[in-house]
């Protein structure tokens, strides 16, 4: 909840974790409720779906995409800075409007990849001359028969009011993540944040067209408070899942740092909760939370650089909304 309708409450710093235990209005369309849990089957971990919204195959999302069947929200779409986005070589502009969708593919993942390079296709087609796209899946690591899937579409078209729409969608199963299938994401911005556009990626050979998608990953248990939120990277015990958080989804693969997305209680001051997570890094102190933008739907902060110095460098987005919970985007890697 944006600041002037939040009752604050302090946030749980870290040492007390330990001790007893993280200007362009974009348009939403859509998906821009909270969440909330569905029980699934018997004994099996609630699943998140978008409240008060239809997540049937269909729903809107934004610039002519929609949830493919076989697949579901995590989230709802959240407005986010263009540094965050995947393949980001803008650095000129890292604060520009951009969107980004989380979801979660359960059924015939194939099919579903290549319905959502379908939706991106035809926006490409649609914006006339300037469109362009590569599709490639590959083996995530030495070969098909040994190594998860690793998807990437890329997309840029021209738009009616002038400049370029670019588009990533990436799937892929990562180790860790609380999600039961594979994790595809859709970054857009109407700028041009993408610098090349390789045909397969990390220069493997492509998946074979005549093999099915590998299982993806038995999914992770939700941390909660005070436990890792990726167990297995350096000092995981650092990084630990903070009260009034929960993970939503863990989407890099933990080999250089963490990248996950965390929703924040309704009436919790969501900029403290992103400082404390922000001093689990235990380096040099950094800026505060800063305003990138001012959205339809919610006001977009950076908080951080914090750490560095040998160790990881974070930086938390934060997704204040006028309603419903708030959603935290933190990032810490290697400097």
Not at 227 to 253: C, F, M, R, T
Request: hydrophobic fraction near 35%; charge should be negative; proline fraction near 10%.
């Amino acid at each position: 909840m944006q600041r002037a309708d939040r009752v604050r409450r302090p946030a749980q710093r870290l040492s007390a974790v330990a001790g007893g235990l993280l200007a362009v209005t974009l348009l939403m369309a859509g998906c821009t409720a909270g969440i909330e849990t569905e029980p699934d089957s018997e004994g099996a971990e609630p699943r998140r779906t978008v409240a008060g919204e239809s997540v049937e195959p269909g729903t809107p999302l934004r610039d002519g995409f929609s949830v493919v069947e076989g697949s579901r929200l995590l989230s709802p779409v959240l407005d986010v800075p263009t540094s965050v986005l995947k393949f980001n070589l803008n650095y000129e502009a890292p604060n520009r409007p951009a969107w980004r969708a989380f979801l979660v593919v359960e059924d015939e993942p194939k099919q579903v990849w290549d319905a959502y390079v379908a939706q991106l296709t035809a926006d490409v087609a649609a914006g006339g001359e300037g469109g362009a796209s590569s599709t490639s899946c590959s083996p995530n690591g030495s070969s098909p028969e040994s190594a998860q899937l690793f998807c990437v579409e890329f997309g840029r078209t021209t738009i009616p009011a002038g400049g370029t729409r670019n588009a990533v969608l990436t799937m892929q199963s990562i180790a860790g993540d609380v999600n039961a299938g594979f994790l595809l994401i859709i970054d857009v911005a109407d700028e041009n944040f993408l610098g090349v556009y390789p045909d397969t990626p990390a220069g493997l050979p492509p998946w074979p067209a005549d093999q099915p998608f590998p299982a993806p990953v038995e999914p992770s248990t939700p941390p909660q408070p005070g436990e890792p939120l990726v167990p297995g990277i350096p000092e995981d015990e650092n990084y630990v899942l903070l009260e009034d958080s929960q993970l939503v989804a863990l989407y890099g693969d933990g080999r250089s740092g963490l990248d996950v997305l965390l929703s924040v209680t309704e009436d919790t001051d969501v900029d403290a909760i992103a400082m404390t997570y922000l001093d689990q890094t235990d380096g040099p102190d950094g800026p505060g939370c800063r305003p990138a933008f001012q959205a339809a739907e919610a006001l977009v902060s950076t908080c951080g650089p914090v750490g560095g110095a040998g160790g990881y460098l974070a930086t938390v987005i934060v997704v204040d909304r006028k309603q419903g919970e708030d959603y935290l985007l933190y990032e810490a890697h290697n400097d």
